[in-house]
Nanobody
Framework: VQLQASGGGLVQPGGSLRLSCAAS????????MGWFRQAPGKEREFVAA????????HYSDSVKGRFTISRDNAEILSVLEMNSLRPEDTAVYYC????????????????????WGQGTQVTVSS
């Protein structure tokens, strides 16, 4: 199983980025997906999650209304659209996959996830 996160970079405050997570080696429809981030000196924290059906999503309070998580089961891809970026969004962003039999469930704890991508750096600075 491999998760490949991409799309990070340097952006000014108020800007936007689109992160992608390409999955291989798994049956994508069997997995709920999540995005987490880790800033220097801090623990990895939850950002957003989506059920394997795509019908249900959940966001941390810090990104709600600015970030959107989605998935394309045909393309085997999870996407995190990030708008109105702030300096405090600076972190390494990780995608993760959790195998589940429940179509509508999403997962908030990093300990629940089975597989992780390598991370992509997002820096918000003027």
């Amino acid at each position: 199983v491999q998760l490949q996160a991409s799309g990070g970079g340097l952006v000014q405050p108020g800007g936007s980025l689109r992160l992608s997570c390409a999955a291989s080696g798994l049956t994508f429809e069997d997995y709920a997906m999540g995005w987490f981030r880790q800033a220097p000196g801090k623990e990895r924290e939850f950002v957003a999650a989506i059920s394997w059906s795509g019908a249900n999503t959940h966001y941390s309070d810090s990104v709600k209304g600015r970030f959107t998580i989605s998935r394309d089961n045909a393309e085997i891809l999870s996407v995190l659209e990030m708008n109105s970026l702030r300096p405090e969004d600076t972190a390494v962003y990780y995608c993760a996959a959790k195998r589940t039999a429940f179509t509508g469930d999403y997962y908030l704890s990093r300990r629940e996830y089975d597989y992780w991508g390598q991370g992509t750096q997002v820096t918000v600075s003027s």
